[in-house]
């Protein structure tokens, strides 16, 4: 008696394509990968600095609050009790600048106390009929009282002396004024105590103006003392 062979079991569509199943797997994994990859990657990640910036400024509005706050405390204070400006105190007044010696005053240049008592302006010539000198431009002869109030005989020399113009411009004396007739204190010794009268001459331009005179100061490092001739 024989028995008929058992019919053979058909094998799975998978298990007859194992090439195309195998290629089917790698698409699905990636498929899945990349679904997982792409859904962190579509969430916004969060500015820090916009966050950090937000944070800053609600410090900001914090402290604003907190500032008009203190000020109004501060307001309600000087509302209760305001204080009376202070008043201004006067200005003292500025003492007025002290000027400058001028004719008939004397001044002390060290050694000698010195006192213009006049001036002569425009004068054309000194000396006298016989023995004279013309000026180039006009004599100015400028009269002065000399004291000697050292210990000793002490020389007024006319050269450390200087008239100034209108120009501020120094003029020395002058070669001419050994003519003069009178004291011109060319070579002139004071004794101690003794009182000299004399000129100082000068020859400036006709169109100039004296307006003052620096005298010499015998002070050690003394600087020249201006008289005013106006």
Excluded: C
């Excluded at 998978?14 to 994994?29: E, G």
């Excluded at 204070?77 to 001028?102: I, K, T």
């Excluded at 000396?127 to 431009?137: D, S, V």
């Excluded at 003394?222 to 008289?227: A, F, H």
Aim: aromatic share 6%; hydrophobic share 35%.
């Amino acid at each position: 008696m024989s028995y008929p062979a058992p019919a053979q079991k058909q094998k799975s569509w998978f298990a007859r394509h194992k090439i195309l199943t195998a290629i089917l797997i790698i698409i699905i994994i990636g498929i899945i990968a990349s679904m997982g990859s792409g859904g962190d990657g579509d969430e916004p990640k969060a500015d820090s600095n916009t966050s950090t910036g937000n944070s800053n400024d609600r410090n900001e509005d914090t402290n604003d609050d907190g500032g008009d706050g203190d000020a109004a405390i501060v307001d309600a204070a000087d509302g209760e009790e305001a204080e009376e400006p202070e008043a201004d105190e006067p200005e003292e007044a500025e003492e007025p600048a002290e000027s400058a010696p001028g004719v008939g005053d004397t001044v002390s240049t060290g050694n000698f106390d010195v006192t213009i008592t006049s001036v002569d302006a425009e004068v054309g010539l000194i000396g006298n009929e016989h023995f004279n000198a013309e000026a180039a431009g006009q004599f100015v002869l400028v009269h002065v009282s000399v004291t000697n109030t050292g210990n000793e005989a002490e020389h007024f020399r006319a050269s450390e002396h200087k008239l100034i113009d209108e120009q501020d411009r120094q003029h020395s004396e002058s070669s001419d004024a050994w003519y003069y007739d009178g004291e011109t204190f060319a070579f002139t010794e004071v004794n101690p105590g003794n009182t000299v009268e004399g000129a100082l001459i000068y020859d400036i331009p006709a169109d100039s103006v004296p307006t003052a005179i620096d005298l010499g100061n015998d002070e050690f490092f003394g600087d020249p003392i201006r008289v005013s001739l106006q």
